[in-house]
């Protein structure tokens, strides 16, 4: 009998090609590792029944199930990470027989809500509570007079947040508690996903997809097809570096870009990436995996009464203490979730009565500017061990910066703006983790880091198309990448961006750039903001105000606006002027400029990347 490839690939492994496989699969993250596991169970299936899987080039789409009716997943994603994950749980709920569509909240009509029977909502949290830019229409729709009644709605959120916000996952956790209050029922519990969530995101797709089954009576599960492996790009691309597996990439210069006598201190950093095949667009971020500083490892160890050299049970097997300080754990910001976990074991009256529900604010009060050393210092716990200690801290998060150059113009390097964070806050000097080790500790030394793509915040397709940029201090890095790009395509579009720092002489961050665009013609308008060079402040939003006739000109011939920077004052300040630009210009009331602002949005031509 003729044996198919499939079949001999069927038999088991030798001793030298599990270590092989295995060492594969510690590379993948928890969601790939799922995906291959249901297609090798696939092929294993055909194999059985003398039915081939389809080759990638040849396989048809995947059959859906009798499922009668559809399930929909809704998206609100301010960087793509609740995208990411929606479109993942879209693709194994089709493979599961369901029949589901993902929706970006922007491009859903919110009175369509009524009509649906299952939805999913996959949403972050921005700011300080706040709903992502898309999400914002229908959350206010579902608070709004005309939410409708949605009795026959069987509903569950997933969401996306970060335990250092006093508000964790708070836009989730509106649309769960709103839907139920609505007459919606529940077929999951909602999930909370702090910054590390790829393994509570795929046990909850998996625990859901399972429970609509039930409830839809999802078909017999697909035969399996060669697809693209959630989360992954062609091998070219560098789909083999991610958060879970990242580069290695060598610091290749390192320049201040203040004048002496600035109060800021911002980086201009290039990083080597020739062999790693990494892709990115302008817009995109790039995510660095930090170390924490050894000093403050040193200092926190000594605060613990403990040895750096204790065996505990880190993220990665056993290691030194030490090495899990620097390398695995959060050890800066204190949190209300990692607070609480502390008080259990410190058993305090002091820091259970910080803890009560009345005194938030001088919980939010004690947290501000304090490090976990100080948490430490101030409520000590005798006998606490090193492994009960890292029990009660979260994974290390990456940090997303970013990116300041075209891959197009510099494929082989990645460029990055980066403000060095130090201050000093109740006797102690504090610092950024990941920007002081790019600006103090990045010598001789290989940096993990991995492209976080940001598909909300994107040039036009149109190269034709005019584009205003507001990015003032950091906020203008992604502003060199449009510029970069639009240079190397050749672009006809205008561009006009908005500057604004603190002084003229030591601030005006990648000027000559600025200067030899505006020179040659692809930088066609420059307003710039030095607010400390008079007496009376001037900020980016002011300059967008006294050029509102040009700006809303500008718009109506089609240019997209970008916003990129501090979230709290100037992308609320901008938003205003905006606001006001429109109103004068187009003779509209507010709600009428709110609404032809909206439509920007929709339309793509209003984005922002702001943090």
């Known amino acids: 009998m003729k044996v198919s490839p499939i079949q001999e690939h069927t038999s088991p492994l030798d001793a030298q090609q599990a270590q092989q496989l295995s060492a594969l699969i510690e590379t993948l993250t928890p969601m790939q590792v799922t995906w291959i596991s249901g297609y090798l169970a696939g092929i294993n299936a055909s194999a059985a029944t003398g039915e081939v899987a389809a080759p990638a080039e040849a396989a048809a789409p995947a059959a859906q199930g009798d499922a009668s009716e559809p399930l929909t997943i809704l998206y609100g ?12 749980l ?80 708070q836009t989730g956790k509106d649309f769960d508690a709103q839907l139920e209050k609505l007459g919606g029922t529940r077929v999951t519990d ?37 697809t693209a492996m959630p989360g992954a790009a062609p091998a070219a691309e560098g789909a083999n570096y991610s958060r879970k597996n ?62 750096p050299e204790e065996k505990v049970t880190g993220i990665d097997g056993e290691v030194t203490l030490q090495h899990a300080l620097t390398h695995q754990y959060e050890i800066t910001t204190l949190t209300r979730p990692l607070i609480e976990k502390y008080a259990v074991q410190a058993q305090n009256e ?46 290390l998060p990456p940090r997303l910066y970013s990116i300041a150059s075209s891959h197009a ?41 991995y492209i976080d793509h940001n598909k909300n915040f994107k040039l036009p397709d149109n190269d034709d198309a005019p584009i205003i940029m507001i990015g003032p201090g950091t906020g203008v890095a992604p502003f060199r990448a449009f510029l970069e790009e639009r240079e190397e395509r050749e672009a006809a579009g205008d561009n006009w961006l908005f500057f604004g720092a603190q ?18 013609g692809l930088l066609t308008r420059m307003d710039v903001a030095f607010s400390r060079d008079q007496e009376e402040k001037i900020y980016v939003q002011d300059k967008i105000r006294a050029a509102g006739k040009e700006v809303f000109e500008w718009i109506e011939r089609g240019a997209t606006v970008y916003v990129c920077g501090d979230a709290n004052a100037m992308a ?38 702001v943090y």
């Open 503 to 520: 002084h003229f002489l030591t601030d005006f961050y990648y000027q000559t750039d600025w200067l030899r665009w505006r020179k040659e």
């Open 246 to 307: 990242p580069y290695s990439a060598e610091v290749l210069e390192n320049v201040v870009l203040n004048g002496r006598g600035s109060d800021k201190e911002v980086h201009h950093i290039e990083m080597d990436t020739e062999d790693s095949g990494l892709v990115w667009e302008p817009g995109d971020s790039l995510g660095i995996i930090p170390e924490n500083d050894p000093a403050v490892v040193e200092e926190l160890i000594a605060a613990l009464n403990l040895s």
């Open 350 to 395: 002091s820091l259970d009565a910080l803890l009560a529900e009345d005194q938030r604010e001088a919980l939010a009060e004690y947290m501000h500017g304090r490090f976990l050393i100080d948490l430490v210092e101030d409520y000590p716990i005798e006998a606490m061990t090193g492994q009960d200690f890292v029990r009660l801290l979260r994974k």
């Open 77 to 88: 994603s301010q960087t793509g990470n609740a995208e990411d994950i929606a479109e993942s």
């Open 190 to 226: 909602r999930v909370d996903l702090d910054v590390d969530f790829d393994e509570a995101a795929e046990a909850w797709i998996e625990s859901t997809i399972d429970k609509y089954k039930q409830e839809l009576g999802g078909g017999d599960t697909p035969h399996p097809t060669v």
């Open 90 to 169: 879209r693709e194994r709920a089709e493979a599961a027989g369901l029949n589901a569509t993902a929706y970006d909240m922007l491009d859903y009509k919110p009175k369509d809500l009524k009509k649906e029977k299952n939805v999913i909502v996959c949403v972050s949290t921005h700011g300080e509570g706040d709903p992502p830019d898309n999400a914002e229409e229908l959350h206010a729709f579902i608070f709004g007079k005309k939410a409708p009644k949605l009795d026959g709605l069987k509903f569950s959120v997933l969401a996306f947040g970060d335990t250092s916000y006093e508000h964790f996952c």
């Open 572 to 609: 609320h300040d901008v938003h205003e002027a905006l606001l006001e630009l429109i109103g004068e210009n187009a003779g509209l009331d507010a709600d009428g400029a709110a609404d032809y602002l909206k439509n920007l949005q929709k339309e793509k031509r209003y984005q922002r990347d």
């Open 409 to 449: 113009a510099n494929p082989d390097e990645i460029h990055l703006t980066v403000a060095a964070v130090r201050y000093e806050t109740f006797g102690r000097a504090r610092s950024g983790v990941a920007s002081i080790q790019l600006a103090d500790r990045s010598e001789d030394v290989k940096l993990p880091i």
